[in-house]
């Protein structure tokens, strides 16, 4: 058992706690949060789970072997780095850090002290992220034409990134797991409705190798809660639309056939059935827990690690400077 303890008890920690607690090879000794009140929740639920308000306190007992990071982005590169310089391995909140040199350090940091670093981008260990991964690596898709994704909803709200650290960020880790393009450059526009908090309604634009594009409409400011995602290919089509409680993914046999003849090209329609695959029902940070823990045991890389959320955060940085330069899109 991995004896593990998790520092931040706030929006996304307790489902931190409740799936280290119930995936079976973590034994989760201490919760940490600087308010009082959420350490007084963590008590209630858990009562034989250790809380504090002192990181130092967690970062220096040798019994822990591994912290999980949930804090706003701006501490990550902070607390990760003090937790490997106490020999601990790392699980920490997505994006990673909040610029890719403090990523690349961190990465430095865990590989130099043979440490795992472990980045939560849940939407890795779905099942239907996982099928997509695989259907590509299959060739069902063919060639990629276009990733198009609509991330929307009413709120939440946060200070401390805006909508594309919050949410774009999702379809930057899905598109480098299951398609693994390479990112020529990216172009983002975005604006801010409420004043003196971060853009809440912002278009992301990824150019990528072989004439493909990515493109990912993000929004806090929307009336209905949006997860499609629109995957094309020359041979087939894919739908992913995480709100469906049943088929997320549909396969579509679907396309357009070009005939080259003497008064040009004839385009013909081809409009065949879906197919829904059937996915596992695990759920994403289960499966991701015990990834960690297993990564930790086994001296292996995890899926999502260090250089994975490293390859995120340059994306999501250029597109931040993109955005300033009202969309001008930024080399990579």
């Known amino acids: 058992m991995i004896r593990a303890a998790v520092i931040g008890y706030g929006y996304w920690g307790p489902n931190i706690v409740r799936n280290f607690k119930g995936c079976g090879v973590i034994d ?11 350490l007084e929740l963590v008590r209630k639920a858990y009562p034989d789970v250790r809380t504090t308000q002192s990181a130092a306190e967690v970062l220096n007992d040798p019994s822990i072997d591994a912290v999980a990071i949930i804090t706003p982005v701006a501490s990550h590169f902070e ?59 299959d060739n069902e898709l063919g060639k990629l034409a276009c990733y198009d994704s609509v991330r929307s909803n009413l709120g939440l709200y946060r200070r401390d990134v805006n909508v594309l650290w919050d949410l774009a960020v999702h379809d930057v880790s899905i598109m480098d797991y299951a398609l693994r393009p390479k990112v020529t450059a990216v172009s983002a526009t975005g604006l801010s409705n409420v004043a003196g908090m971060p853009e809440a309604s912002a278009f992301m634009t990824c150019y990528l190798e072989g004439n493909a594009l990515m493109h990912v409409h993000a929004d806090w400011f929307a009336p209905v809660k949006g997860r499609t995602t629109t995957i094309t290919g020359d041979r087939r089509m894919i739908v992913y639309d995480d709100n469906e409680q049943v ?36 759920e994403a940070l289960s499966v991701a827990a015990t990834h960690f823990a297993e990564s930790i045991e086994q001296g292996k890389k995890p899926i999502t690690d260090g250089e994975f959320g490293f390859r995120v955060v340059q994306v999501l940085e250029a597109a931040i400077r993109s955005l300033k330069d009202r969309g001008r899109p930024v080399e990579l």
Not at 92 to 114: F, G, H, W, Y
Request: charged share 25%; hydrophobic share 40%.
């Open 247 to 282: 088929e997320k993914l549909r396969v579509y046999d679907r396309g357009v056939e070009v005939t080259n003849g003497a008064n040009g090209p004839t385009l013909t329609y081809r409009n065949g059935a879906y197919v829904a695959p059937e996915l596992p029902k695990l």
């Open 79 to 137: 607390l990760g780095m003090q937790a490997l310089a106490a020999g601990k391995h790392v699980w920490i909140e997505k994006p990673v850090t909040a610029s890719s040199e403090e990523a690349r350090r961190l990465c430095d940091e865990a590989a130099k002290r043979n440490k795992v670093l472990f980045v939560d981008h849940t939407f890795i260990y779905t099942g239907a992220v996982r099928k997509l991964r695989e259907l590509i690596a």
């Open 28 to 38: 989760l000794a201490c919760v940490c949060d600087a308010s009082s009140q959420q």
